[in-house]
T-cell receptor
């Protein structure tokens, strides 16, 4: 069965600090996708990144970076030089049959000015 | 291009009342989904429709029914609302086209059952 674990619940950082969110997943599929979504206080789900299981190249996009390690089933997410606008809940998700998504419980990130 | 739309955005029901949450997508996606989000629980799949004419249960289907009215529309019905169904409901659609994976979420419906 698919499972996504985000261990931390709430993380508080002072503005300009870096914050890393951990995501560990379980799946028996050999091909799959992993996602990170952001949910700001307004409530909508904002897509951040999608990686497929064949692509372990890590990526940096602006202040965001991702570290995908298939050997440890981890897909971690880092915000560099955090800003108050980064305050949100962040979800890691894994797709499985018929493109269904299994979500982690989310990390509440609070950036203190 | 509206993407995925949901109506209503907010709803308050009394225990035992019924209602239908509407979802529509304009991207010609085959697959559509209903998720619910509860505090501290992440999003959990209620029902999904892999293609027009098919529906299947997800992780938490009890108390819900769905209808895939056509390729565009996928509705979620609460026949007899209970306080445990107080939640935020998200509709989504997805498709894999030419190796590219597309998935979009609606803005959500906040439902309170008193």
């Amino acid at each position: 069965a698919q499972k996504v674990t985000q261990a931390q619940t709430e993380i508080s950082v002072v503005e300009k600090e870096d914050v890393t969110l951990d995501c560990v997943y379980e799946t028996r599929d050999t091909t799959y996708y992993l996602f990170w979504y952001k949910q700001p206080p307004s409530g909508e789900l904002v897509f951040l990144i999608r990686r497929n299981s064949f692509d372990e190249q890590n990526e940096i996009s602006g202040r965001y970076s991702w570290n995908f390690q298939k050997s440890t089933s981890s897909f971690n997410f880092t915000i560099t030089a955090s800003q108050v606008v980064d305050s949100a809940v962040y979800f890691c998700a894994l797709n499985y049959g018929n493109n269904r998504l299994a979500f982690g419980k989310g990390n509440q990130v609070v950036v203190i000015p | 291009n509206a993407g995925v739309t949901q109506t209503p955005k907010f709803q308050v029901l009394k225990t035992g009342q019924s209602m239908t949450l509407q979802c529509a997508q304009d991207m010609n996606h085959n697959s559509m989904y209903w998720y619910r989000q509860d505090p501290g629980m992440g999003l959990r799949l209620i029902y999904y429709s892999a293609s027009e004419g098919t529906t299947d249960k997800g992780e938490v289907p009890n108390g819900y029914n769905v209808s895939r009215l056509n390729k565009r529309e996928f509705s979620l019905r609460l026949e007899s609302a209970a306080p445990s169904q107080t939640s935020v409901y998200f509709c989504a659609s997805s498709e894999v086209r030419q190796g590219r994976y597309e998935q979009y979420f609606g803005p959500g419906t906040r439902l309170t059952v008193t």
